[in-house]
């Protein structure tokens, strides 16, 4: 699987920041990609860092909706799966949600972010209600996916979860800021999340100054042993190529050993509460 972290800026034009976002696409299959995947809502202004007015889930849209057709459209085209991640509105609720779609252009499902923050600059719960579709794990043409929605790469047993599944690779979209996590410590997190779960990680995140936040980039790939593979620049508009050797998941040691001996029923009681 070859993968493509579409790492972008976002400027106050949405229509602007989806053809930028197309034109990457197209310059990424070039590469021979396989997978396009984009940061948390890649194209438009990150709106958690102001906390929600009246008018705070006015830019949600649907899914399936005019973005996800537009990019269904483009997945078909080039014969490429595309992982999204956009705001959402199904009846009265909106979710931070990432579609999945697959290189036939079929729109496989979606992915919502199960775990809400709330702190300075990232004023989630105002926007987002809490996601209701578990931990899915798409099988696309390129491979088994599954999607940790930023905040919920923190949570271990919902990266477990995608393991369990069946994941291959998880990607994670992201709005990390500058120095947001010191001393690299969200880049440790991915790995260790890697080798206990033997998958890949994909993390893509946002870049790029707004009115309150900085965006980091410093996208980055790790494999199923834990090392970083790849890793995009700070501070810049930047895509991030990575070649994921699949026959790697079933060797690795969470596959051969990690998961084979858990004992689920000794310890499911209390990790529910």
Same mark, same amino acid.
């Given at each position: 699987?070859?993968?493509?972290? !579409? #790492?972008?800026?976002?400027?106050?034009?949405?229509?602007?920041?989806?053809?930028?976002?197309?034109?990457?696409?197209?310059?990424?299959?070039?590469?021979?990609? &396989?997978?396009?995947?984009?940061?948390?809502?890649?194209?438009?202004?990150?709106?958690?860092?102001?906390?929600?007015?009246? &008018?705070? $889930?006015?830019?949600?849209?649907?899914?399936?909706?005019?973005?996800?057709?537009?990019?269904?459209?483009?997945?078909?085209?080039?014969?490429?799966?595309?992982?999204?991640?956009? @705001?959402?509105?199904? +009846?009265?609720?909106?979710?931070?949600?990432?579609?999945? !779609?697959?290189?036939? +252009?079929?729109?496989?499902?979606?992915?919502?972010?199960?775990?809400?923050?709330?702190?300075?600059?990232?004023?989630? #719960?105002?926007?987002?209600?809490?996601?209701?579709? *578990?931990?899915?794990?798409?099988?696309? $043409?390129?491979?088994? !996916?599954?999607?940790?929605?930023?905040?919920?790469?923190? @949570?271990?047993?919902?990266?477990?979860?995608?393991?369990?599944?069946?994941?291959?690779?998880?990607?994670?979209?992201?709005?990390?800021?500058? &120095?947001?996590?010191? &001393? *690299?410590?969200?880049?440790?997190?991915?790995?260790?999340?890697?080798?206990?779960? +033997?998958?890949?990680?994909?993390?893509?995140?946002?870049?790029?100054?707004?009115?309150?936040?900085?965006?980091?980039?410093?996208?980055?790939?790790?494999?199923?042993?834990?090392?970083?593979?790849?890793?995009?620049?700070? +501070?810049?508009?930047?895509?991030?190529?990575?070649?994921?050797?699949?026959?790697?998941?079933?060797?690795?040691?969470? $596959?051969?050993?990690?998961?084979?001996?858990?004992?689920?029923?000794?310890?499911?009681?209390?990790?529910?509460?």
């Amino acid at each position: 699987m070859r993968i493509a972290l !579409i #790492q972008q800026h976002a400027s106050l034009d949405k229509s602007a920041n989806i053809a930028r976002a197309l034109q990457a696409c197209e310059a990424a299959a070039t590469h021979g990609t &396989d997978v396009i995947c984009f940061a948390e809502l890649a194209f438009e202004s990150f709106y958690p860092q102001h906390p929600a007015g009246p &008018d705070g $889930r006015a830019h949600a849209e649907p899914v399936p909706g005019p973005t996800t057709d537009v990019f269904c459209r483009k997945a078909r085209d080039l014969g490429v799966v595309i992982a999204l991640n956009l @705001y959402e509105r199904d +009846g009265h609720d909106t979710y931070d949600c990432s579609p999945v !779609i697959d290189a036939d +252009g079929t729109l496989l499902g979606r992915t919502r972010m199960v775990h809400i923050t709330e702190y300075p600059c990232f004023h989630e #719960q105002g926007y987002y209600t809490p996601g209701d579709l *578990g931990a899915p794990v798409y099988t696309t $043409r390129a491979g088994r !996916i599954g999607i940790a929605i930023c905040y919920d790469r923190h @949570y271990p047993e919902y990266m477990r979860a995608l393991a369990l599944g069946g994941a291959e690779c998880v990607i994670v979209p992201q709005a990390g800021a500058e &120095d947001e996590w010191p &001393d *690299g410590l969200y880049e440790g997190e991915m790995r260790v999340a890697a080798f206990q779960n +033997g998958y890949f990680v994909a993390l893509c995140n946002r870049v790029g100054r707004e009115d309150k936040l900085t965006f980091a980039g410093e996208s980055f790939v790790c494999d199923p042993s834990g090392a970083v593979i790849a890793r995009a620049p700070r +501070g810049e508009d930047f895509t991030l190529h990575a070649d994921l050797d699949l026959t790697r998941v079933p060797a690795s040691h969470a $596959r051969q050993l990690f998961l084979k001996h858990r004992r689920p029923e000794l310890y499911g009681p209390w990790l529910g509460r």
